[in-house]
């Protein structure tokens, strides 16, 4: 049934996009680019040698370098699904149905992004794109109208989740709806997933193409394959950083294949990490990493590449989301974004293009699955009382992880973040008339889109029992 909605909502979509397409076309890109985006796991956003890490990734920092790098990219959520889903659709996960992250147990059996959003991929297949999909999915790839294949993808290999060996069959790499190969071993993966895209983007199509391409690296076990094994050093430190080598590795792959066929000035490739880092990883010099509503939660790497379209050496620190990619690529790809429901991504072209160094976002707000925990604008951020109660299952302990702060709150905490990034002094004191207009912008969100015990006006169901408990 939800596949049947989900078709529906998009052929009414198509012809909508349709007959908007002439009345963009005039102000676009007169030939279509292609788009790869290349979405790291858990990849903090200290663990780059752009970002000021001293460990060296060369490909990664020379995308950086011959392109527009981000130095405050805030994802919707501190952990994978949401900020999948938030990406996927341009909408604050709570806006769209999917605030907790998935595990595969019988509690989210029929928990998946919704089939009434529309998704990335579906917008640019209305628009003549081929689309393909490779890595890891995690918004409920067993559930009816869930699957990669159902939300506009005409291609899939991947895992569904993240890896397991021992949880049914998260150790199982997919093409499109069959089983390709049952307990493979991780090592395998990344190595399989850019052999899989460096021959897409060999193939000779007259469509411009899609390519959402998944890493499971930096996300746990921290296995990188052979090659890569041993590389920084010994210890668990050194197998991360070798990690993240290996993630270095494949971009450059894959910006090579896109230079090698020809396509490079009309390729648009954006690379970004889901969240924060987790315990392995670094966020510096931000506090806080996944699991938590810190900048280090929420602050991502985020690199974007197109030869003679974005003028390269440019780093900005103008605010930007992961959901204007929604927005942008509708507008490269010269489309009107929906307009039946709220998109909260914002189109940034004019940002990347170097035709303005102004945020388009006046205002974001940091949820921790269902709870509102902060919201800021460019130079203030407002912290929010909250319980452990009020927590969603991954933030409920801190487990020994240093980087899980602030779990608890008895009173508002206000940060200057232009002066102090790393949310260490309190200034609300000093500041009480911004912490005021601040809280308004609060009191809308929350009654617009919900909170950990109220419902919004334009908040999707999730349809989960007891949502912050796992089980």
Not at 161 to 177: F, K, P
Not at 411 to 437: G, Y
């Amino acid at each position: 049934m939800f596949t049947l909605i989900r078709k529906l909502i998009y052929s009414g979509f198509l012809l909508a996009s349709m007959a908007a397409v002439s009345q963009v076309v005039a102000e676009s890109p007169a030939q279509k680019p292609n788009i790869i985006l290349i979405f790291a796991d858990d990849v903090g956003f200290g663990d780059l040698g752009c970002y000021g890490s001293s460990l060296s990734t060369p490909e990664i920092d020379r995308l950086a370098r011959e392109g527009f790098r981000s130095t405050d990219c805030l994802v919707a959520a501190n952990v994978c699904g949401p900020s999948r889903a938030a990406m996927m659709t341009g909408r604050y996960p709570m806006r769209c149905g999917h605030p907790i992250s998935r595990h595969n147990t019988p509690k989210y059996a029929k928990y998946g992004i919704a089939a009434e959003e529309l998704t990335l991929a579906e917008l640019l297949k209305s628009a003549g794109y081929h689309t393909k999909m490779v890595g890891k999915w995690h918004l409920g790839f067993h559930v009816d109208g869930s699957h990669p294949l159902d939300a506009g993808f005409d291609e899939y290999l991947g895992l569904h989740s993240n890896y397991s060996d021992s949880h049914g069959d998260a150790d199982t790499l997919y093409r499109n709806r069959e089983v390709q190969e049952a307990k493979i071993k991780f090592e395998k993966v990344t190595t399989l997933y850019t052999d899989e895209v460096v021959d897409f983007i060999n193939e000779k199509r007259d469509e411009p193409f899609f390519i959402y391409f998944s890493h499971h690296i930096a996300h746990s076990p921290i296995l990188p394959s052979k090659p890569f094994q041993g590389t920084s050093g010994k210890g668990r430190a050194s197998a991360y950083a070798d990690f993240l080598l290996e993630l270095d590795h494949s971009v450059g792959r894959v910006r090579t294949a896109v230079q090698d066929a020809g396509l490079a000035d009309n390729t648009l490739v954006i690379f970004l990490s889901d969240n924060g880092p987790a315990k392995n990883g670094s966020a510096k010099p931000l506090s806080g990493g996944k699991y938590v509503t810190m900048e280090g939660g929420h602050r991502v790497p985020a690199i974007f590449y197109w030869p003679g379209r974005i003028p390269a050496g440019q780093v900005s620190g103008a605010m930007i989301t992961s959901m204007d990619l929604l927005p942008l690529f509708c507008h490269v790809a010269s489309i009107e974004p929906p307009s039946d429901r709220t998109i909260d991504g914002k189109n940034i072209i004019d940002l990347l293009t170097g035709k303005t160094n102004q945020s388009p976002h006046h205002y974001f707000y940091y949820y921790n699955g269902l709870n509102l925990q902060a919201v800021r604008n460019e130079r203030w951020k407002l912290h929010l009382p909250r319980t452990i109660a009020d927590q969603p299952y991954w933030a409920k302990k801190a487990g020994g992880n240093p980087k899980k702060k602030l779990l608890s709150l008895d009173q508002p905490l206000l940060f200057d973040l232009d002066h102090d990034v790393s949310e260490q002094k309190n200034v609300l004191s000093q500041h009480p008339e911004v912490a005021s207009k601040l809280m308004s912008q609060v009191e809308r969100i929350r009654a617009e889109i919900g909170d950990v015990n109220a419902t919004g006006s334009d908040q999707r169901p999730h349809g989960l029992i007891n949502p912050n408990s796992k089980d």
